[in-house]
Each structure stands twice: as C-alpha cells, then as structure tokens.
C-alpha cells in the first residue's frame, strides 16, 4: 500500500522564537539563514503553499557588517512616482539612520514575492540597538 503525502494547514503549525544577534554579522549570510527559518524550511513537515516558519527577533542591527566597499557604492532607490523623482542614498547613510530597513530590505528580497512572502515578512521583528520586547516569548537563541 502506498504511503500517503501530508501536507500541514495552518492550524497545525506550531510556531517557535528565534532570536538573532546581528553584532558583526555579515548582513547577506544572516539574510539567508532568518529566511529560511521564516519560510519554515528548516522543519522535516515544511509545506511550500503554507505559511510554517517561525517567528525571528533581530537586535543590533545597527552592527551589522558589509564586506568589501558595499556600504559606499549600493544604493537605496526610492521613486515618488513624479518625474524627476528618484532618491538615491548610499546604505552607509541609510544604516547610520534606520538600520533595521536595510536588514527588512535583505530579507523581504529573499522570500517569496506574493502573499505568502507578506504573511512570513510579518513574523520578522527587527531592533537597532540590543533590547526587544519579546522577552515573554521567551525566543531561542540562533547562531547563524
């Protein structure tokens, strides 16, 4: 007899706390590791069309680190819609001012750009310095 797929729905989803320290990480490697953990695709029952990752919780985003001259020569583009209105900005500025954009930013452009990449971008919670209000969650550290 042939063994049946199961696939989990949402209600079956157990949801876990993870908790990131961005103090000297490189920003594209803890990118890929906290997508993956919102995706779910580090769980054995991961469903693809089901939102069954965790949520994730990264404090010091303001030292995070970018290799090489990157801070200098990318871009942050932002576009009013008007002619003549495209902003452009060194992310060095960018980290400087509001660090946890540029760590949305890294993660948002690896999940998946639909819906469901929406649901998961909501269970990130990004902080600039070292405390977070999710202490009662009691989130697992992740070394990433």
């Not at 949402?10 to 919102?38: C, F, K, N, P, Y």
């Not at 995706?39 to 949520?55: E, I, L, N, Q, S």
């Not at 009013?80 to 060095?92: A, H, T």
């Amino acid at each position: 007899m042939p063994r049946q797929t199961t696939f989990r729905t949402r209600e079956d989803i157990e949801r876990a706390w993870h908790h990131v320290d961005a103090d000297g990480q490189v920003l594209g490697r803890m990118a890929t590791s906290i997508a993956r953990i919102l995706m779910g695709k580090h769980r054995p029952d991961y469903t693809a069309h089901v939102d069954c990752g965790d949520f994730v919780v990264v404090t010091n985003a303001e030292k995070i680190v970018l290799t090489g001259r990157k801070a200098q020569q990318r871009m942050v583009k932002s576009y009013s819609g008007y002619p003549g209105g495209l902003r452009q900005r060194p992310v060095e500025k960018v980290l400087e001012k509001h660090p946890e954009r540029v760590v949305e930013s890294a993660v948002r452009r690896m999940l998946p750009k639909n819906r469901l990449g929406r649901q998961m971008m909501s269970k990130l919670k990004v902080y600039a310095g070292a405390e977070h209000p999710h202490h009662a969650q009691q989130p697992a550290a992740l070394a990433v």
